[in-house]
């Protein structure tokens, strides 16, 4: 079954158990929020309550007794991941009309510099080695359009006629979610998929559509690469945050930053609300509704859900950690620093203990988490922080810590820790292991 989530107007229902609002009393310095005692609540109707949906039991338990996900659904997943649009075209052409910029002044130069990438294996023998031979021209519009009609642009899905013109353009969750290895050029390689793509600069993109007003321009505009405000077209806010990674998420029982929900409540949320696909969006803990019909959502979360489930996060580079001083820093993660009180497990976060933090307990702006559903923080699951070139930070959900060393900093600060210079290298370097 799915995570319990579905768009709105089919049958599954979401157990959300709703964080208690912040404990105000000042006395408990913990003020830790724990969620599973409302779990019993029990709310049916998807459209009409003031959740999503809901059902009995916490649907992220189920997730840890399911045994190996189905092989057929996490095919169907990855292709629908990579290249399901689910109509978004509606929005990225007849609104935005991307399509005619992309066909009239979007060379591959262009494109890569701001940020999309090629998958390597799309392009016929024949085109790589034109490309390596120089004899394609990459400052010419046409050579995206043949790129586009070779389906080698992550995540961008476009329609080419057989006059060679882009007529359609529509984007997936490859576009933000994905990102390659370089193996062939800078920008061009082999897909890796869940890892986010911090060169992706989303506003950049959005603000070359004729369609968008000058406010809004400014504001796209302003984002920079790797950011993205997925709540912007719902309050009018600007506050993006970085682009995080879609894997290792399988042991997770809440996503995004404010743990709001379970993934496929994500999933449709962003399919829904920021890709513009089509399908009916439901969540009246933040005012959300928005009915872009036909659903051409809910049928595909259960595979998408076990694509994400099967992306596992990259391990350490070898040769770029120090082993030994790694070590020595996995004892000050866990003593010392105080980091496992919060980061604890496997999958480093408390989340599946039901805790989420307050803004003023992990010293974060509560900006942005006033904006989501439990204005709280979870507990960052831990995951593939130091990948260079493509993972190299920054760090935190506005991305206000630079570097891992920013990152120690900020906690020796804000909980008086003492380390010497050797236990924070050390610290350091047990972060780029995770
Ligand atoms: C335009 C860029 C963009 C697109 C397209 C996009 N996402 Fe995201 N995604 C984000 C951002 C930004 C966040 C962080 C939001 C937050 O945590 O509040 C996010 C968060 C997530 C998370 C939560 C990660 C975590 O650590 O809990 C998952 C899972 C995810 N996205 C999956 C998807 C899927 C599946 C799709 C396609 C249906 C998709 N995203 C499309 C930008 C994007
Ligand atoms: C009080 C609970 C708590 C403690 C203690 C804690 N963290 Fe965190 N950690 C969080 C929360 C919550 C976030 C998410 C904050 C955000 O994104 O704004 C986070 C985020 C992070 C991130 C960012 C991950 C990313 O991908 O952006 C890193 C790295 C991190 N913590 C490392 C540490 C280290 C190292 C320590 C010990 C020195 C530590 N944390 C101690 C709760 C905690």
């Known amino acids: ?42 709310l049916l109707g998807a459209c009409t309550s003031d959740r999503p949906t809901a059902a009995e039991s916490p649907p992220a338990d189920a997730l840890f007794s399911e045994g190996p996900q189905d092989p057929g659904s ?43 990438k090629v998958d390597v294996d799309a392009l016929p023998e024949a085109v790589r080695s034109a490309i390596k031979a120089h004899t394609v021209d990459l400052n010419d519009p046409a050579t995206t359009v043949t790129l586009l009609k070779l389906n080698a642009v992550l995540g961008v899905i476009g329609k080419v006629d057989d006059k060679n013109t882009l007529t359609r353009v529509g984007i997936t ?49 302003s984002w920079g690469p790797g950011r993205y405000d997925p709540r912007f077209n719902i309050d009018g806010k600007n506050m993006p945050v970085v682009i995080p990674p879609a894997f290792g998420l399988r042991h997770v029982k809440r996503e995004i930053f404010t743990g709001d929900d379970t993934i496929s409540y994500w ?30 959502v809910s049928s595909k979360l259960a595979a998408l859900r076990a694509y994400q489930f099967s992306l596992e996060a ?42 989420l933090h307050t803004p003023a307990e992990d010293g974060q702006d509560p900006a942005y988490a006033q904006r989501s559903v439990t204005k709280l923080y979870r507990t960052t699951p831990l995951r593939a922080l130091w990948h260079p070139p493509q993972l190299t930070g920054p760090y935190f959900h506005d991305g206000s810590a630079a ?8 906690y020796v600060k804000l909980q008086g820790i003492k380390l010497t210079d050797r236990q924070r290298a050390d610290l350091i370097e047990y972060l780029k292991t995770l």
Not at 16 to 28: F, I
Not at 196 to 212: E, Q, T
Not at 268 to 295: C, E, K, L, S
Not at 403 to 410: E, F, G, R, Y
Request: net charge negative; proline share 6%.
């Open 1 to 42: 079954m799915l995570d319990g989530y579905s768009a709105c107007g089919l049958g599954e229902g979401l157990p959300s158990p709703l964080p208690l609002a912040s404990n105000t009393n000042v006395e408990n310095l913990q003020m830790r929020v724990a969620w599973l005692g409302l779990a019993g609540t029990v």
């Open 74 to 116: 996490i095919a169907a997943g990855m292709a629908i991941f990579r290249n399901e649009t689910y109509g978004d075209e509606t929005f990225w052409t007849d609104t935005l009309h991307l399509h005619e910029v992309i066909r009239s002044s979007v060379s591959p130069a262009t494109a890569l510099a701001v940020g999309l």
């Open 173 to 221: 969750c490859a576009f933000c979610h994905s990102t390659v290895d370089n193996s062939f050029a800078p920008g061009i390689g082999h897909r890796l998929d869940g890892w986010p793509n911090r060169n992706l600069n989303v506003g950049a993109i959005v603000a070359l559509s004729p369609a968008v007003t000058p406010a809004q321009r400014a504001v796209f505009n």
């Open 267 to 296: 999933n449709a949320y962003v399919a829904i609300t920021q890709m513009h696909g089509h399908g009916h969006f439901v969540d009246r803990r933040i005012g959300v509704d928005v009915n872009n019909p036909p659903d051409l």
């Open 314 to 355: 990259p391990n350490a580079i070898p040769g770029t950690v120090d082993a030994e001083a790694a070590k020595r820093g996995h004892m000050v993660f866990n003593s010392v620093a105080k980091c496992s009180t919060c980061h604890v497990g496997s999958v480093f976060t408390d989340v599946n203990q039901g805790v």
């Open 403 to 410: 570097t891992l060393a920013d990152v120690v900093d900020h």
